[in-house]
């Protein structure tokens, strides 16, 4: 079966701009997940929807954010980009529910100039 | 969120088991033990993970203490395919995000 897939894979801003990365998870997979990893913090925790609706929340500002679809696709936003926001962007799907495992995508590479 | 212990780097030779030790001494009665591993340019992931006894897959086994103070991820063929960062998280069962440490570099000689 299909992975999880995000797009783009690369992408290259400018400060003080805004971006959006998508999220399709695996077929059937209700949960999606966010991460930053950066070399500095590794990986931190974004948030996580289920079903439409945030569940769980990191410790980031209110400049991330993100919405899950109908379909369970899910996309985020950073607006006023910041040279820090340089990372690499996971997402993870998964049934979400039960104690079972995420599965990841390849990511999107955001770089800020 | 309980925290896990890795060593920063471990070594192995091809073909060689590997055991790659993880303490978590504050662990909870409904904290899951889960194991990623991230290749390079990828994105993690999932190898396995356990509760309370010890679990088998067709990527390597768990090994959980009897008091689920510590865990061991085992490798029993290492290959150079599995090069790569292993991140031990606990994960709690109400809980649906991973919380990643800084995790091992394991290193696989030819």
């Known amino acids: 079966k299909a992975g999880v897939t995000q797009t783009p894979r690369y992408l290259i801003k400018t400060r003080g701009q805004q971006v959006t990365l998508s999220c399709s998870p695996i077929?059937?997979?209700?949960?999606v997940s966010w991460y930053q990893q950066t070399p500095g913090q590794g990986l931190q925790f974004l948030f996580e929807?289920?079903?439409?609706?945030?569940?769980n929340k990191g410790n980031f500002p209110g400049r991330f954010s993100g919405r899950q679809f109908s379909n369970s696709r899910s996309e985020m936003n950073v607006s006023t980009l910041e040279l820090g926001d340089s990372a690499l962007y996971l997402c993870?799907?998964?049934?979400?529910?039960?104690?079972?495992?995420?599965?990841f995508g390849s990511g999107t590479r955001l770089t800020v100039v | 969120d309980a925290k896990t212990t890795q060593p920063n780097s471990m070594e192995s030779n091809e073909e060689e088991p590997v055991h790659l030790p993880c303490n978590h001494s504050?662990?909870?009665?409904?904290?899951?033990i889960h194991w990623y591993r991230q290749l390079p340019s990828q994105g993690p992931e999932y190898v396995i993970h356990?509760?309370?006894s010890n679990v088998n897959n067709r990527m390597a086994s768990l090994a959980i203490a009897e008091d689920r103070k510590s865990s061991t991820l085992i490798l029993h063929r290492a290959t150079l395919r599995d090069a790569a960062v292993y991140y031990c998280?606990?994960?709690?069962?109400?809980?649906?995000?991973?919380?990643f440490g800084s995790g091992t570099r394991l290193l696989v000689r030819p």
């Open positions: 993870a799907s998964s049934l979400g529910q039960g104690a079972g495992g995420y599965t």
């Open positions: 077929s059937g997979h209700r949960s």
């Open positions: 929807y289920f079903s439409e609706t945030q569940r």
């Open positions: 504050t662990i909870s009665g409904t904290d899951y």
């Open positions: 356990g509760l309370t």
């Open positions: 998280i606990l994960r709690r069962d109400s809980s649906y995000k991973l919380i």
